[in-house]
C-alpha cells in the first residue's frame, strides 16, 4: 500500500522554466510534509517542507502548495537551474503515536536542460 | 566536518556471506534510522533507534539485525546475503524521535553478486 503517490516519475524542463511536482497521499493523520533533494551518489537533504496549517510556503525558487482538502502537496521550482537536476522525493509523516516516521514517495528525476 | 558517515561505501560480497555497514553521527542526534533505496530509488526505513533504543522495525528479513552501541553509532548486520539485498543503504539521524528533520549519510552501495 503505497501511502504517497508521486508524479511525475521523471520531468525534463528548459533552464528558466518552471518545474512542478506532485503528490497525493491517504492518510488524513499526516501532519508534516517535507520534501527531500538528492544529488547523484549522495544522500537525500531535507529542502523544504510544510505542516497543513498553511496552504503555501516559500523558500527562494522553491514553493510548496498545500491542499488538505484534495490531500495533494505540489513542490513548484521557479527558473529552474541544471544544477537543479536531480531526483526529488516528498515525503509525509505523522505526530500521533510516538514514533514519527517519514513515507516518502517514489521519487521525480529532474533533468533541467541549459 | 562530516554529519552523517558510513562505511563502506561500496560493498561487493557472494551470495550466503554476512556483511556489515557501519554508521556514526556527530551532530548529537538522539535518533538513527536505516533507509534501503532499491533500484527504482524508492527509499523505505527499515529500523530507527532512539537512544540504543530501537523504536521501529518494519517488516524487514530477520537476516538484518542493527546493533547501536551508543546513540552517535548504528550499525546494521546482514547474514546469508541473497541477490534481492542488492541496493543503496542509507543511515539517517534526527535531533530526537519527535523531529521530523533527517539528516542522511552518503550511503552504502550493497552488490550481492
Known amino acids: 500500500q503505497q501511502q504517497v503517490k508521486q508524479s511525475p516519475q521523471s520531468l525534463i524542463v528548459q533552464k528558466g522554466g518552471i518545474s512542478i511536482i506532485n503528490c497525493a497521499y491517504e492518510?488524513?493523520?499526516?501532519?508534516?510534509f517535507p520534501w527531500y533533494q538528492q544529488f547523484p551518489g549522495k544522500g537525500p537533504a531535507l529542502l523544504i517542507a510544510?505542516?497543513?496549517?498553511?496552504s503555501e510556503k516559500k523558500e527562494g525558487r522553491f514553493t510548496i502548495s498545500f491542499n488538505k482538502s484534495a490531500k495533494q502537496f505540489s513542490l513548484h521550482i521557479m527558473d529552474s537551474q541544471p544544477g537543479d537536476s536531480a531526483t526529488y522525493f516528498c515525503?509525509?509523516?505523522?505526530?500521533?503515536?510516538?514514533?514519527?516516521?517519514?513515507?516518502f514517495g517514489k521519487g521525480t528525476l529532474l533533468t533541467v536542460n541549459p | 566536518d562530516t554529519a552523517v558517515s558510513q562505511t563502506p561505501k561500496y560493498l561487493v560480497t557472494q551470495m550466503g556471506n554476512d556483511k556489515s555497514i557501519k554508521c556514526e553521527q556527530n551532530l548529537g542526534h538522539d535518533t538513527m534510522y536505516w533507509y534501503k533505496q532499491d533500484s527504482k530509488k524508492f527509499l523505505k526505513i527499515m529500523f530507527s533507534y532512539n537512544n540504543k533504543e530501537l523504536i521501529i522495525n518494519e517488516t524487514v528479513p530477520n537476516r538484518f539485525s542493527p546493533k547501536s552501541p551508543d546513540k552517535a553509532h548504528l550499525n546494521l548486520h546482514i547474514n546469508s546475503l541473497e541477490l534481492g539485498d542488492s541496493a543503496v543503504y542509507f543511515c539517517?539521524?534526527?535531533?530526537?524521535?519527535?523531529?521530523?528533520?533527517?539528516?542522511f549519510g552518503p550511503g552504502t552501495r550493497l552488490t550481492v553478486t
Open positions: 510544510i505542516r497543513p496549517d498553511v
Open positions: 515525503a509525509a509523516s505523522s505526530s500521533g503515536g510516538s514514533n514519527y516516521k517519514l513515507t
Open positions: 539517517a539521524s534526527s535531533f530526537d524521535r519527535g523531529s521530523y528533520e533527517q539528516y
Open positions: 492518510n488524513t493523520a499526516f501532519d508534516y
